[in-house]
């Protein structure tokens, strides 16, 4: 079983750079591949990116000009940065740890607003 | 890119009642590929069928999944109170990777 926690600013100001880590009960695994999900509020499931133990990544076509993710292993945690952000980046943020070509463990989410 | 389609987008049922929800993606996809996952208020999505028909660990009897080519189906055979939610049905592999449908509401 594997237990994630997000943490990071609940606000961020437009044009700024959202960041939020999440910390990985038990260590970075080379048996997943580790995701950001988002959920704006009311609306439904985004995937936003992902990095392999190995630090391959692959990126949501349509956030891939702004956004990195980052893992370190040695703090058993991996990381998104999203810059220029807009109201439209509001939202739950979910890091996510998947496996069989799915999104297998969850974190419990943190909502993030985008807002002067 | 892939689009997916869940139908119906509300379903109202009773406790006891068998729950059929549909995904139907624009092209032909690998069964390996089709996921399901249970969303209920203010909690984070829970996966619930990998490969088109494998359940996740702890996931229930009732819960099935079904499907190949275009047409999945999530079926929960006897509704309890607790499995009144959103689904989400995914495909992984076109753009982007992981691309999640509408979802399904399951009400009482």
């Known amino acids: 079983q594997v237990q994630l926690q997000e943490s990071g600013p609940g606000l961020v100001n437009p044009s700024g750079t959202l960041s939020l880590t999440c910390a990985v009960s038990g260590g970075i695994s080379s048996r997943f591949w580790w995701n950001w999900v988002r959920q704006p509020p009311g609306k439904g499931l985004e995937w936003v990116g992902e990095?392999?133990?190995?630090?391959?990544?692959n990126y949501n076509p349509s956030l891939k000009s702004r956004l990195t993710v980052s893992v370190d292993k040695s703090k058993n945690q991996f990381s998104l940065r999203l810059a220029s952000v807009t109201a439209a980046d509001t939202a739950v943020y979910y890091c996510?740890?998947?496996?069989?070509?799915?999104?297998?463990?969850w974190g419990q989410g943190t909502l993030v607003t985008v807002s002067s | 890119e892939i689009v997916l389609t869940q139908s119906p987008g509300t379903l109202s049922l009773s406790p006891g009642e068998r729950a059929t929800l549909s995904c139907r993606t624009s092209?032909?996809?690998?069964?390996?590929?089709v996921a399901w996952y249970q969303q209920k208020p203010g909690q984070a999505p829970r996966l619930l069928i990998y490969g088109a028909s494998i359940r996740a660990t702890g996931i229930p009897d009732r819960f099935s999944g079904s499907g190949s080519g275009t047409d999945f189906t999530l079926t929960i055979s006897r509704l309890e109170p607790e499995d009144f939610a959103l689904y989400y049905c995914q495909n992984y592999g076109s753009s982007p990777l992981f691309n999640f449908g509408p979802g399904t509401r399951v009400d009482f």
């Open positions: 996510v740890a998947s496996t069989n070509y799915a999104q297998t463990f």
């Open positions: 990095m392999s133990y190995s630090g391959s990544t």
């Open positions: 092209q032909s996809v690998g069964n390996t590929y």
